[in-house]
């Protein structure tokens, strides 16, 4: 995700540049006669229609002070995560900030106490809380996830105290009218980060550094989720695989942040005391290729070749490693041809490199990956896919039955066969990547 806007730079922009209401998502915009009764219609039928359609300062001298709503906070990143998604207290929102990222942008919330947790519209929720629950399946970093749906009674109150809350703000409260016009909003888990395009050659320096465990921990993280990335066939990060011609998305590349300095103090190249955590997955969609029709079978059987290639790539070039066959340490080592695509990418937005040695510990992290994929049976996964069907309390449209059903399980489960005959195969290569210290079987430089 791109790094979020503060309220108040909102506001400042809001007033330079004046914003025009836009049509809403799904509903044309009506007359405020039309809307009312639009929304009498629809409150029983389908996603209810919540629309500002007062200018905040009209009518200025004679609204109470409660109409005119809180003046909101200046977001606080260091906040700490909300851990009980399923109980949120809105009218407690202390502060917003908004991120221009994604189909519909997402929304930083603050609670009291400095208490946060995210809101998200997205066209692909269903795919969206497919991924989170199988990252968390597979022990890799990613923001937890709960499905508000439009008949549940908190949906109609959320955006009713939103409205309430960014009344002062225009710009902010037609974005998010707009953002949550739909049938299905993610309420996810806040996560403290700091993309890696924003860290500098410095400080990438500190964070990815090969040689230290610290550096290795991390590069393995990053090495965890990009083996995922692999298995769905998420293109929208880093473009490794033979298949993905994109350009990528660095904002989808981020690292977890323990700091209490604010926003400003983390993004400052020469704040070198930051405390960094592992690589957090955002915004992972898997693109599980439809086979109904014929190029959509031989895409399919295209992809899973070249994943059975990558693996076997992966695993061939750690054996020559441990039979010293390539020294990483070396400074006349060869490039590890996955990683190297990866190296190479990070270095575009940071000026670092991690070199051969940090390339050998994000082929470490995939091993790790593929194996505890291999560990979940295609019954676990299958189990994943139901709970996400049957997760929303409520559809409109068959919005999320479509989304839901774009999920091709039986690719999936081809490729999660392909990874444990892999996995058996590279069985003593896996053994060694986990052995404690194994480190000391790579030899020095020369």
């Avoid at 004679?62 to 990143?77: A, D, H, V």
């Avoid at 999920?407 to 052995?435: D, S």
Wanted: proline share 4%.
């Amino acid at each position: 995700m791109e790094p979020p806007v503060s309220l108040s730079t909102l506001i400042k922009t809001s007033a330079q540049n004046p914003v025009k209401t836009t049509k809403a998502t799904t509903i044309k915009r009506k007359t405020p006669q039309e809307i009312q009764e639009l929304y009498a219609k629809l409150k029983n039928t389908g996603p209810s229609y919540h629309t500002f359609t007062k200018h905040p300062h009209a009518n200025q001298d004679t609204e109470t002070e409660e109409e005119k709503g809180e003046p909101l906070k200046e977001f606080q990143f260091q906040s700490k995560p909300l851990q009980d998604l399923s109980a949120i207290d809105w009218n407690k929102i202390t502060a917003l900030s908004y991120s221009d990222s994604g189909t519909s942008g997402v929304y930083f919330a603050q609670l009291e106490d400095n208490i946060a947790f995210v809101m998200k519209g997205s066209p692909d929720t269903a795919v969206e809380y497919f991924s989170s629950l199988l990252l968390q399946k597979l022990n890799v970093e990613v923001p937890k996830i709960r499905v508000l749906t439009w008949s549940e009674p908190e949906f109609e109150d959320m955006i009713e105290i939103l409205n309430k809350k960014t009344k002062s703000n225009y710009i902010l409260n037609v974005k998010i009218n707009n953002s949550f016009n739909r049938p299905h909003i993610m309420i996810m888990e806040y996560k403290p980060i700091l993309c890696v395009g924003q860290l500098g050659a410095e400080r990438a320096g500190i964070a990815l550094d090969p040689t230290k465990p610290e550096g290795q921990e991390r590069l393995m993280s990053l090495g965890m989720m990009l083996g995922v990335d692999a298995f769905l066939n998420n293109v929208d990060r880093i473009p490794f695989m033979p298949d993905w011609k994109n350009d990528g998305a660095i904002e989808n590349i981020v690292i977890a942040v323990n700091s209490n300095e604010d926003k400003k103090a983390w993004e400052r190249l020469d704040n070198l005391g930051i405390k960094y955590g592992g690589f957090v997955a955002l915004d992972t969609r898997p693109f599980l290729i439809n086979t109904s029709s014929a190029i959509g079978k031989k895409n399919a059987e295209t992809y899973k070749s070249n994943y059975r290639l990558v693996l076997q790539s992966i695993f061939e070039q750690i054996a020559q490693v441990r039979d010293k066959e390539i020294d990483v340490k070396s400074l006349d080592c060869p490039r590890l041809a996955v990683a190297s695509k990866i190296s190479k990418f990070i270095q575009e937005y940071t000026l670092y490199d991690v070199q051969t040695e940090g390339e050998f510990q994000i082929l470490k992290g995939m091993a790790r990956c593929f194996k505890q994929i291999s560990s979940v049976e295609s019954s676990d996964i299958q189990a994943i896919h139901e709970a996400v069907g049957k997760a929303p309390k409520g559809d409109w449209m068959n919005i999320w039955k479509e989304n839901y059903e774009s999920l091709n399980m039986e690719f999936l489960l081809e490729l999660l066969e392909i990874t444990k005959e892999c996995c058996a195969k590279y069985k003593e290569v896996i053994e060694w990547v986990e052995m404690s210290g194994n480190e000391e079987h790579i030899s020095e430089s020369k």
